[in-house]
Structure formats: C-alpha cells, structure tokens
C-alpha cells in the first residue's frame, strides 16, 4: 500500500515560504491522486490543495488560492507544496494524503496518510 512521509516544515516569519515535499514508497505513486491537508491546534483537518495523477488538474481552498502551489514529479514519487506569503494563520501541521479516485479536499476520501509536518508562522 502507499506509504507517504513528509518534509520541509519549520518556523518561518509571516511573508515567508516553503516548500513542503511528500515522499512516496510502496506502491505506484502515480495512480494516486494527493491531497494536501493541515490541522490547526483545535480545529480541524482541513483541505488545502488536491492534484490529480498527472498532475494537470488542481484544486485549492479558497484561503489559500495564489499563494499555494502543489506540483508532483511520478519519476521521483514525489509531491510537493509551495506555500509563499505565508501568515499566521497557516500554521498547523501539513499531511500529504493518498487516494485512487477524483481530486478532492474532503479527508475523509483519503486512505493513506503522511505522519505530517509542522509548519508555525511567526515573528
């Protein structure tokens, strides 16, 4: 089955960026569809970007459009996540997540999940 570990979260001050990067093993990565979810302490899961096998569809939240950008790269089974003008409310911890139908933002459609990264926005 797919296995997903994340990295590249950190503190960063606000206007800052990152690149969050969701390793792939176990399975052909390029069947799956990658969402892209953080949780904030206290709240919910919830969905940031989705991007298709190929990676020419993507979806995004609505409070994160230009300013975050998922991309992938099936040689490598790798995705990742461009995060720029970052602001304090985008902290949280960031899951990539795995699943074999359509592009969504809904968690609970995923079944296979990173460990997760901490991101934290700061001055």
């Known amino acids: 089955h797919l296995q997903l570990v994340e990295s590249g979260g950190g503190l960063v001050q606000p206007g800052g960026s990152l690149r969050l990067s969701c390793a792939a093993s176990g399975f052909s990565f390029g069947d799956y569809v990658i969402g892209w979810f953080r949780q904030a302490p206290g709240k919910e899961r919830e969905g940031v970007s989705s991007?298709?096998?190929?990676?020419?569809?993507?979806d995004y939240a609505d409070s994160v459009k230009g300013r975050f950008t998922a991309s992938r790269d099936n040689t490598y089974n790798m995705a990742y996540l461009q995060i720029n003008s970052l602001q304090p409310e985008d902290t949280g911890v960031y899951y990539c997540?795995?699943?074999?139908?359509?592009?969504?933002?809904?968690?609970?459609?995923?079944?296979?999940w990173g460990p997760g990264t901490q991101v934290t926005v700061s001055s």
């Open positions: 997540a795995g699943r074999t139908g359509p592009t969504t933002l809904l968690p609970q459609e995923y079944s296979a």
């Open positions: 991007i298709s096998r190929g990676g020419s569809v993507t």
